[in-house]
T-cell receptor
Framework: DSGVTQTPKHLITATGQRVTLRCSPR?????VYWYQQSLDQGLQFLIQ???????AKGNILERFSAQQFPDLHSELNLSSLELGDSALYFC?????????????FGPGTRLTVL | AQTVTQSQPEMSVQEAETVTLSCTYD???????LFWYKQPPSRQMILVIR??????QNATENRFSVNFQKAAKSFSLKISDSQLGDTAMYFC???????????FGAGTRLTVKP
């Protein structure tokens, strides 16, 4: 158990819908990262937040957005869903962006778009 | 941009034997971190081993060791005394120092045969 929690574990929805994925980082971690893993592929970095502020953006679609709240949990919002958005979405956390670069991964949320 | 290449989509090894997974990367950075992650069927991302580029000594964690060749930009993982529980996808990953995102390779599916 990494200490990072993600809810829900599974999500099934239809095209055109909107969903919210939630992540709670390890206690004390200020940085949260979101990754997308499509079927049998490597993880693609989406976005990072540090202490409530957006820090870096990767290959994140405009239909996707995220935020980190004052209690440091983070949400990833996916809208106008398409079949190709079906994937495993991982959240990871780390202490900071400099002192300790080890990222601890949550168990992931499996999104299925029908 | 940094890229990570894992040229072996699938590998197999007999239980108790040794196997080496290959990884190469491309970067102009001098200081960075390299990682091997294991993803078993549960889909959890588990850190196996990490290497700081400024360290010449190869990292070792029990049965897992790396061969880090900085000039060749190569970072292979050696698994000794392979166990059935080592069956998983293995991802090589790169992150810049003070980095904000990890770049993953496409993965190698390792099967340990009894």
């Amino acid at each position: 158990d990494s200490g990072v929690t993600q809810t829900p574990k599974h999500l099934i929805t239809a095209t055109g819908q909107r969903v919210t994925l939630r992540c709670s980082p390890r206690s004390g971690d200020l940085s949260v990262y979101w990754y997308q893993q499509s079927l049998d592929q490597g993880l693609q970095f989406l976005i990072q937040y540090y202490n409530g502020e957006e820090r870096a953006k990767g290959n994140i679609l405009e239909r996707f957005s995220a935020q980190q709240f004052p209690d440091l949990h983070s949400e990833l919002n996916l809208s106008s869903l398409e079949l190709g958005d079906s994937a495993l979405y991982f959240c990871a956390s780390s202490v900071s962006v400099a002192e300790d670069n080890e990222q601890f991964f949550g168990p992931g949320t499996r999104l299925t778009v029908l | 941009a940094q890229t990570v290449t894992q040229s072996q989509p699938e590998m197999s090894v007999q239980e108790a034997e040794t196997v080496t997974l290959s990884c190469t990367y491309d970067t102009s950075e001098n200081n960075y971190y390299l990682f091997w992650y294991k993803q078993p069927p549960s889909r959890q991302m588990i850190l196996v081993i990490r290497q700081e580029a400024y360290k010449q000594q190869n990292a070792t964690e029990n049965r897992f060791s790396v061969n880090f060749q900085k000039a060749a930009k190569s970072f292979s993982l050696k698994i000794s005394d392979s166990q059935l529980g080592d069956t998983a996808m293995y991802f090589c990953a790169f992150m810049k120092q003070l980095g904000n995102d990890m770049r993953f390779g496409a993965g190698t599916r390792l099967t340990v045969k009894p």
